[in-house]
């Protein structure tokens, strides 16, 4: 029964873990696509 609960949590971490993995790697790439352009906007007035 023991073995049975572990099992059990294992895939409710997994269950967890996957999901927020997906949300992370969303983030990431918004965030990515998002720093570029404020960058190039910032850059621009920087160097007027």
Known sequence: M???GIV???IIVAAWIVP???V???IVLI???GSNK???M???PIMQ
């Open 8 to 10: 059990e949590l294992l």
């Open 2 to 4: 023991g073995s049975v």
């Open 24 to 26: 992370i790697g969303v």
């Open 38 to 40: 404020p960058q190039q």
């Open 42 to 44: 910032m850059q621009q």
């Open 20 to 22: 927020t993995l997906l």
């Open 31 to 33: 965030g990515r696509r």
